[in-house]
C-alpha cells in the first residue's frame, strides 16, 4: 500500500505541468465545445447510425480549419517578407503533416511497418492528385469557365525535381535497408530532407538564380 501511494505520488504533475495543461485545456475549451455539439459521437449508442453524418462533419470541419491556417499562413509570410512557396513547404506542410506523422508512428509501434509506409507516401500521392487537381479544376471549369490558374513561381519546376529524386532516394534507402525501419534509415531520411528544404529556400529566395517573382506589386 505504502509503495503503490508512493508511485502514485510521484506521478502527480508538479506545478508547472498543471498550469500548462490549464492554459491548454481554456485554449482549447471554446473549440471542444463546438465540435461536440455540432459531430454527433458515433461511439454512442443512440449515434451510432449516424456514423456518415459524422465523418461528413468532420470533413466540413477539416475543410474549414484548414482554410483559417493557409490564410493565417499567407498573412505572416506576407508580413515577414516569406515566399508563399517557402510557407507552403515548411510550416504549411507540416502543420498538414504532423496528423499523417503521428498516425505512421502509432501503427509503426504496433509492427504495421509496411502501413505506415503506404500512409507517408499515399498521402503525399492524395495531395499532388487530388490536392492540387480538384481545387483547380473547380476554378478554371466550374467557377471561371476557361480561365487558367497561374502559380506565381518559377522554382515550383525545381522542387518538383527535388521531390522526385527526395521519392527516389527513399525508396532506394528503404530497399537497401532490406525493407526495414532503421534508426539508419530514419537520420538518412531527415538528412535528406533537411538538404531538400536547404535547396528550396535558396531557389525561392533567388539565391540561385532568379526564379521566383514578387509576391504582389508594391
Known amino acids: ?22 492554459i491548454k485545456w481554456i485554449i482549447q475549451a471554446p473549440l471542444l465545445v463546438v465540435l461536440h455539439y455540432t459531430i454527433p459521437d458515433c461511439r454512442k ?10 465523418f461528413f462533419t468532420s470533413i466540413l470541419w477539416t475543410a474549414f480549419f484548414s482554410y483559417i491556417m493557409v490564410w493565417m499562413v499567407t498573412l505572416v509570410g506576407y508580413t515577414l517578407g516569406i515566399p508563399d512557396s517557402i510557407m507552403g513547404i515548411t510550416f504549411l506542410a507540416a502543420g498538414t503533416s504532423v496528423p499523417d506523422a503521428f498516425a505512421s508512428l ?3 509501434r504496433q509492427g504495421l511497418g509496411d502501413m505506415a509506409v503506404s500512409n507517408s507516401l499515399g498521402s503525399n500521392i492524395f495531395d499532388i492528385l487530388i490536392g492540387l487537381a480538384f481545387p483547380w479544376f473547380m ?80
Open 1 to 22: 500500500m505504502g509503495l503503490t501511494a508512493e508511485s502514485n505520488w510521484r506521478n502527480l504533475p508538479t506545478r508547472e505541468e498543471g498550469l500548462c495543461r490549464l
Open 45 to 54: 449508442d443512440k449515434w451510432k447510425k449516424f456514423f456518415l453524418l459524422t
Open 106 to 108: 502509432i501503427v509503426a
Open 139 to 218: 476554378q478554371t471549369a466550374l467557377i471561371e469557365p476557361g480561365s487558367i490558374a497561374v502559380i506565381n513561381s518559377r522554382g515550383m519546376v525545381y522542387s518538383v525535381v527535388l521531390l522526385f529524386m527526395t521519392i527516389i532516394i527513399t525508396i532506394g534507402g528503404i530497399s537497401l535497408s532490406q525493407w526495414q525501419l532503421t534508426p539508419r534509415l530514419g537520420v538518412v531520411l531527415l538528412s535528406v530532407y533537411a538538404v531538400f528544404l536547404v535547396i528550396s529556400i535558396l531557389l525561392e529566395f533567388n539565391f540561385l538564380g532568379y526564379v521566383n517573382p514578387p509576391m504582389c506589386q508594391d
